[in-house]
C-alpha cells in the first residue's frame, strides 16, 4: 500500500478557517447549503469548536430529524437519531494532545503552523463510527471551509455580523419577502472556483427516512403461509431498533452500529428470536426468513404489534398476505424494560468488545 500524502492545502483553509471566528457570525441553527462542482450539497450547521455538514438528502433528513424530535422522545429513539446522521465533521481542538495520534501526525507533515483550533477531520456515515476523512471527503471538506470564509465575508456586507442577525436583510435586498411556513437557505454553489450566492427553500415535509417493506412475489409461498392455521388469541411483539454501540463489523473496515430484530411473546413472556445485521437495507430479508421460519416451528399467530421505526414498514404489507394482522404497538414499558435489559446483556463487562477508534467529541455528537 503505497504511504499516503498529507493533503497541506485542507490544513492551510483549517487554519485560516479556525482563526477566523465563523462561529461568531452563523449560529448552529443558521443552517447553509454548499453544493461542490460536482452537484453535490453539504447542510453545514457551525458551533464554537466543530461544523457538521450533512451530505445530501440522507443527511439533510438526519438533521431535521434530530433537530425537530420530540422533548419527549425515549432517549433510545434520541441515541437512534444520533446515529443516523450522515454528515462531514470537523472538530477544532484548543490542544494538540487532545487530538488522535494519526491526527497529529498530518498536522505536523503539513507544515502548517497551529497555536489553536488543532483540526481534526472525520466522516459519520449513517449507522457508523464516525472514520479517517477520505481524499474525496477531503477536497470536499476544503470546499465547506472556503465556502463558511466566503459567506462570512459575504453575509456581512447584508447586515449578519453576528449570530443575532437574521438573513432577513439579505433576502429583501434578494427581493424575497418571507411568509410563513416558508424558510429559505443561503445556498452557495462552487463553479469556476467562484462561489455564486442563492436562496432555497427548505422543503422540510418532504424529507424523511424510508425503511424497506417485505412482501411475497412468490404467490405459492404466499397461499403456504396463509393457509397455516394460526392460533386461536395469538400475539407477537416484534421489536426492531440500533444497538448503541459500536462493534467491529465483518464487511466494513468501520465499527457500525448494527440493527436488531427481537420476536417476543408477551403471553408466554419469551424472546423466542434475537439476530441482528449490519446493514438494514441490504439485510432485513433475513429478519423475515427467521420471521417465517418461527411459523413454520411454532406456528402462525393471529396478530403482530410492532415496535420500532423499521418493524411496521417491514410487516405491514407480508402480514395481511399471510392472513396475519399488523398494527402498531405504540408506547410499552416492557418493550422499553426488555430493550434495555438486553443492552446490559450485551455491553456487560464480561465479553464486552470495545471499539477503539477516532474520537469525535463535539457539539453536534
Same mark, same amino acid.
Given at each position: ?39 453535490? %450539497?453539504? !447542510?453545514?450547521?457551525?458551533? $464554537?469548536?466543530?461544523?457538521? /455538514? !450533512? ?9 431535521? /430529524? ?11 429513539? /434520541? ?5 443516523? =446522521? ?6 477544532? #481542538? ?10 497529529? &501526525? ?11 483550533? !488543532? ?10 463510527? +464516525?472514520?479517517? #476523512? ?16 466566503? /459567506? ?5 456586507? @447584508?447586515?449578519?455580523?453576528? =449570530? $443575532?442577525?437574521?438573513?432577513? +436583510? ?6 424575497? *419577502? ?27 415535509? %418532504? !424529507?424523511?427516512?424510508?425503511? +424497506? ?41 468501520? +465499527? *457500525? ?45 393471529? #396478530?403482530?404489534?410492532?415496535?420500532? &421505526? ?30 434495555? $435489559? ?13 471499539? @477503539? ?9
Amino acid at each position: 500500500m503505497s504511504k499516503r500524502k498529507t493533503n497541506v492545502r485542507l490544513y492551510e483553509v483549517a487554519k485560516a478557517y479556525s482563526e477566523a471566528a465563523i462561529a461568531d457570525v452563523f449560529s448552529e441553527s443558521d443552517l447553509i447549503c454548499i453544493r461542490t462542482p460536482d452537484g453535490t %450539497a453539504y !447542510y453545514v450547521s457551525v458551533v $464554537s469548536n466543530a461544523f457538521a /455538514a !450533512y451530505r445530501g438528502e440522507v443527511g439533510l433528513t438526519g438533521y431535521l /430529524a434530530l433537530a425537530f424530535v420530540d422533548d419527549e422522545a425515549s432517549p433510545l429513539e /434520541a441515541m437512534e437519531l444520533e446515529q443516523a =446522521q450522515e454528515c462531514l465533521l470537523a472538530v477544532f #481542538a484548543e490542544e494538540k494532545e487532545d487530538l488522535e495520534k494519526r491526527d497529529i &501526525k498530518e498536522v505536523d507533515a503539513s507544515g502548517v503552523t497551529f497555536t489553536a483550533g !488543532y483540526p481534526q477531520f472525520r466522516f459519520k456515515e449513517q449507522y457508523r463510527y +464516525p472514520w479517517y #476523512a477520505t481524499r474525496r471527503d477531503e477536497e470536499d471538506l476544503i470546499i465547506i471551509m472556503e465556502g463558511l470564509l466566503f /459567506a462570512k465575508e459575504y453575509f456581512s456586507g @447584508h447586515n449578519k455580523r453576528t =449570530q $443575532s442577525d437574521s438573513f432577513t +436583510p439579505w433576502l429583501e435586498e434578494m427581493g424575497i *419577502v418571507q411568509t410563513d411556513g416558508l424558510e429559505y437557505l443561503p445556498t452557495l454553489s462552487l463553479e469556476e472556483g467562484q462561489f455564486s450566492v442563492s436562496a432555497k427553500v427548505l422543503q422540510d415535509e %418532504a !424529507y424523511g427516512f424510508v425503511f +424497506p417493506q417485505a412482501f411475497f412475489t412468490d404467490e405459492e409461498r404466499q397461499l403456504y403461509f396463509k393457509r397455516m392455521k394460526a392460533k386461536s388469541g395469538k400475539i407477537l411483539y416484534y421489536i426492531t431498533g440500533v444497538i448503541p454501540e459500536p462493534i467491529m463489523g465483518k464487511q466494513d473496515h468501520r +465499527p *457500525v452500529y448494527p440493527t436488531f430484530a427481537i420476536t417476543f411473546d408477551p403471553q408466554g413472556d419469551e424472546v423466542l428470536d434475537f439476530r441482528m445485521v449490519e446493514d438494514y437495507n441490504k439485510e432485513h430479508g433475513t429478519f423475515v426468513k427467521a420471521l417465517l421460519t418461527l411459523f413454520e416451528q411454532q406456528g402462525k399467530v393471529q #396478530a403482530i404489534h410492532c415496535f420500532g &421505526k423499521r418493524s411496521l414498514p417491514l410487516l405491514e404489507k407480508i402480514g395481511p398476505q399471510m392472513g396475519i394482522m399488523v398494527v402498531d404497538g405504540g408506547k410499552n414499558e416492557l418493550v422499553d424494560e426488555l430493550i434495555i $435489559s438486553m443492552f446490559d446483556e450485551l455491553f456487560s463487562p464480561i465479553g464486552q468488545e470495545h471499539v @477503539h477508534g477516532p474520537h469525535c467529541d463535539h457539539d453536534h455528537d
